[in-house]
Structure formats: structure tokens, C-alpha cells
């Protein structure tokens, strides 16, 4: 895998916009004994990615969890709290060059640029600013496959082709350039949840 070196002024911003939460070291979680059966492949993964990773990562507590075998009018980004075994679930957007029929279903990956694709790997999330959706988070790709992600400038953020009411009207989403897409009105809470150097894991489970 590929060795990832962020700039740490901007997971310094990233920090501080979380309260500070930076500032403390990441804990050693223990496995979660709540986890319901169906969200356990999720866990599982994710402590296989922070142990990886740990090296990388600022902070471990929520590790976010993205399943692109799931198609786009079901909910696939996952926000697991890797303490109490919890987790939040949202809608999640992929790239039109992964999905080029736009049927509502990822059929490809890729890093390269132009491609407009969504890329797999491991992402340190990394400082907000404000852009053509408002408020988006960046991200750094840790792997090979996904170390384009600052070049093709792939963040978080939210977008109304992500709202459930496209689902509604056209039964999925709408595509991002690679982005992952959410619902508008959510960026604070992905802020709170993922922004200060934690980890956001894509792929197909």
C-alpha cells in the first residue's frame, strides 16, 4: 500500500473545528459487544483498516464505512462508533464514471484523473473550506489506488442530487465527479462524526 504523509496545518484546521478533539490521542477501542448481526462484516473490516492504518490516523474512535455493493437509493455510508458498537447510516452519492448507465449501481472503481469515477481505499479526513456545495471536507487517499484523491480534489460534501427525494422521483441518486455525495443539510454532521483525521473506508464488502 502506499505511504500517505498529509499536511498536518490541515488536519490542524480539521481538528480544531472539531472542538479540539485532535489534541487528545486516539484511544484503543475494545470490540464492541452491541453490534447487531446484519453491521458486523462492517466492524469487522473496519478494525482490520485502523490496525492497518493506525500509523495514519489521528483519531479512531468513528471510522466511517462506505459499501458500494449496495446501490444508490439505499443508505451506505456508515458511521460506526467503534466503542459502544453503534452506527449511523446516510445516503451516499458515487461517481458518474463509475456508474455510466446510471442505473443507480457502482460497476467500476478508479483514481485517474478525469475519470470521474469514485475511487476504493482508505481516507484521512482532512480540512474543510468552503466550495460549490458549501462547506466540503477533503480527504486523503492512504492507498494506491486512491492516492489521486487531493489531485482530483475528492471531498466530502452535500448535494441535492443526494436528497431522498430523488429517490422518490427517479428511484436513485444523482452522481457526483467521484465525490462522496450527501444529503444536503448533513456537513456538520459529518464534520462531527469523521472531520480531525479519521478514517472514511470505501469498497465493495
Known amino acids: 500500500m502506499k505511504n500517505f504523509h498529509p499536511d498536518r496545518r490541515g488536519l ?3 481538528s480544531l473545528a472539531v ?10 477501542f475494545a470490540a464492541p459487544a452491541t453490534v447487531a448481526p446484519e453491521h458486523r462484516y462492517l466492524f469487522e473490516r473496519a478494525r482490520m483498516e485502523v490496525a492497518r492504518l493506525s500509523g495514519q490516523l489521528w483519531r479512531t474512535d468513528k471510522v466511517g464505512m ?13 458511521i460506526l462508533n467503534m466503542e459502544d458498537g453503534t452506527l449511523r447510516s446516510y445516503l451516499v452519492a458515487h461517481g458518474r464514471g463509475s456508474d455510466p448507465e446510471h442505473d443507480g449501481y457502482l460497476k467500476y472503481f478508479s483514481g ?21 456545495y458549501g462547506s466540503s471536507m477533503r480527504l486523503g487517499g492512504l492507498d494506491t489506488d486512491n492516492a489521486t484523491a487531493l489531485d482530483r480534489a475528492i471531498v466530502v460534501h452535500e448535494a441535492w442530487y ?16 467521484g465525490c462522496f455525495a450527501v444529503s444536503e443539510g448533513l ?17 465493495k464488502f
Do not use: C
Open 112 to 132: 485517474a484523473v478525469g475519470s470521474l469515477a469514485t475511487s476504493r481505499g482508505a481516507y484521512l479526513t482532512m480540512d474543510w473550506y468552503e466550495g460549490k
Open 19 to 28: 472542538a479540539g478533539l485532535a489534541a487528545f490521542p486516539a484511544r484503543v
Open 187 to 203: 456537513n456538520k454532521e459529518m464534520l462531527y462524526h469523521l472531520g480531525g483525521g479519521r478514517l472514511i473506508f470505501a469498497d
Open 66 to 78: 462506505v459499501d458500494f455493493s449496495l446501490p444508490s437509493h439505499q443508505p451506505r455510508l456508515f
Open 12 to 14: 490542524l484546521k480539521a
Open 162 to 177: 443526494s436528497n431522498s427525494d430523488m429517490i422518490t422521483k427517479w428511484g436513485k441518486l444523482g452522481r457526483s465527479e
